[in-house]
């Protein structure tokens, strides 16, 4: 599965911005579809998850202010970031996992940026 993010971007303290991500296949049924974040000097970590069936998955620090969800007929994830802190700057990846392999897809990365 190939995927390609986009919608990053610097905003705001308190502002907002809305992550995309189109996979090239169908990622219905046996794929999870997610965000990870990785910030400078730090390791990949997860930020939400979500099942084909809508079963989501959220780190604590993001819950009550994200929202992950998917359209299944258009083979895509979205992430709606509210209320953006300083600390959630960092590069964006979506991931695309098979739950019986267990492969692990990535898309390229996507820079979002919170700043006065």
């Known amino acids: 599965v190939q995927l390609q993010a986009s919608g990053g971007g610097l905003v705001q303290p308190g502002g907002s911005l809305r992550l995309s991500c189109a996979a090239s296949?169908?990622?219905?049924?046996?794929?999870?579809l997610g965000w990870f974040r990785q910030a400078p000097g730090k390791q990949r970590d997860l930020v939400a998850t979500?099942?084909?069936?809508?079963?989501?998955n959220y780190a604590n620090s993001v819950k009550g202010r994200f929202t992950i969800s998917r359209d299944n007929a258009k083979n895509a994830v979205y992430l709606q970031m509210n209320d953006l802190k300083p600390e959630d700057t960092a590069v964006y990846y979506c991931s695309a996992q098979n739950l019986v392999t267990n492969r692990f897809d990535w898309g390229q990365g996507t820079q979002v940026t919170v700043s006065s």
């Open positions: 979500i099942t084909s069936g809508g079963g989501t």
């Open positions: 296949g169908s990622v219905f049924g046996v794929y999870r």
